[in-house]
């Protein structure tokens, strides 16, 4: 009887397609899909006039001034296609079925591979058949949790019989939350086949019947991707406007990396979601970003814009145990949630901050006192331990076991900053310029006294040197592993502009608070995750007006001032976030 389920799970699977590839169109809610980074199709060049442009909104609707913008397409040249990551997977699931925590999804999906940061990045999405057999296992894990708990279709049916009419009810319902919009005809009637031979085999309740059907749901494309229709609504558009379902999955998976809840589909399937006064957006975004599940968005954003999970496969010795690396990554993740959320601190007071939230494994590493009655650690008590990049985790995963100035610099730069420089030349690395146990405040001037050197390094360089005071465990020394002093005194380098000094920590993150391309650099890197796409020059429109948006949350040039919450708040109620590329 389970071979006989499973042979019909699996034709269900590759209906349309199924996990290969595929191209041309993409056309939801139809089931064929291709893997996660391949565009297909133009949405039309800068400057293109017509539907699916700025000039085609109201007066008002965006937030730019650069002229270029005025004509600008409201969504990138190309669609593309994002498969749900492992967590998207496990959240979807726990939060729609209500499977119990001791199921362990994770371990039954292959690890995603991060691209441009974040793991949602279409660019690193490819599918092996890793993939299908992990999908096989975690569905088969998910049927299995169901039998053992029958209560579970409660929430999907009011009736408790085999008949046609419950199971049509049922295949909808299941449907509309796994495929996040509701099932075509076609969808009930192949699933609906399931259920039956599911009876037939014997099966003699709803429950029982029902969880075959998710099992195959779980395998399909329909619910493993993120569809959307890329039909032209009309000729000669470049973009459309996203449908109430399409934009309450793109708003769920950036506020809870999940599927959208009853309420905001049905706020979806009533077309208030996408009127155009934006009311019910906003009072969705409100709503959403009250849950819990918006803090655990926050903790997973930070874990991967800042590559803590490298510290998985950091080598420092013996000292550097798994626990610590756990430990150093919590700490971020914590600290970021409670400053950012349940205190709602402005974005930049990360990098000011004098507390922290720490285990107390590793209080006692860093050197501190009592925490405070919120669970709190003061780190003013240790000259330097000041804002998130002064984290021992963030210290090892941006350096090495030499502390470098030169990887911590680039780090810097392309994470705070975004921005980058040229790859060096042949040869550069093999060119010694100090003695290889001089301090790497010595071997950088020395870098920046050579032409050739300095007009990369002189960029990246000053942007480590308030950090020399911290080994590559992120520990505080008064001289490096070769005996050397320690400095901690440099600039940031700005082009155009004059050189910003500093003279330790505390004034380096001052400088770096008030820099505009700190701020500038976290709604590019807001909207990468939101997009799930790295930014180009084309998405110069739409930053622009994202950071608008969040800068006057707290009123016109007020941007010292915005929460991550007014960040992804810009984001979602930005024109740009709701719509998509056509052919």
Known sequence: MRSGWRRLIVIAAFVGGGLGGCTGTISSPAPGAGPGAQPAGGAGASGATGPGTVSSLPPGTTMTTSAACAAAPLAHSGAYLRRLTAWEYVNTVTDILDVPSTVDLVDALPADIRANGFSNDSGGQLVSLDHASGYSAAADAVGAALAKAPTWIASFATCADTSATCRDAVVGALGLRLFRRPPTDAEVKTFGALFDTAVANGATTTAAASAVVVRAMLQVPQFLYRLEDQTPPSAGAVARPLGGYELATRLSYLLWSSAPDMALLS?????????????????????????????????????????????????????????????????????????????????????????????????????????????????????????????????????????????????????????????????????????????????SDARLMNNPCMSCHGIFDPLAYAFEPFDSMGALQMKDINGNAVRQDGWITNAGMANVDYTDVPSYMTALAADTRVTDCFATKAAQFALGRGMDAGDACMLEDIRARASAAHGTGQAQAQTFADLVSAVATSPYFGYTAVN
């Open 267 to 443: 706020s979806a399937q009533s077309g208030a979601l996408v009127a155009t006064d934006g009311k019910e957006l906003k009072s969705q975004i409100t709503r959403m970003l009250a849950a819990p599940r918006a803090r655990g968005m926050v903790q997973r954003y930070f874990r991967e814009w800042l590559s803590l999970d490298d510290l998985d496969d950091a080598n420092r010795g013996a000292t550097f145990t798994p626990q610590l690396s756990t430990d150093m990554k919590q700490e971020t993740m914590d600290d970021a949630a409670d400053q950012l959320w349940d205190q709602a601190q402005p974005l930049l007071s990360m990098l000011t901050t004098k507390t922290t939230k720490v285990t107390p494994a590793l209080a006692k590493y860093y050197g501190y006192g009592a925490p405070d009655a919120m669970g709190r650690y003061a780190t003013d008590g240790q000259p330097g331990r000041e804002g998130f990049l002064t984290h021992a985790g963030v210290l090892t995963v941006n350096g090495d076991a030499n502390a470098s100035i030169v990887l911590r610099g680039l780090y810097m730069l392309r994470t705070v900053l975004c921005q980058d420089v040229p790859a060096p030349p042949p040869g550069a690395t093999s060119v010694v310029l100090a003695p290889a146990t001089a301090s790497q405040r010595v071997q």
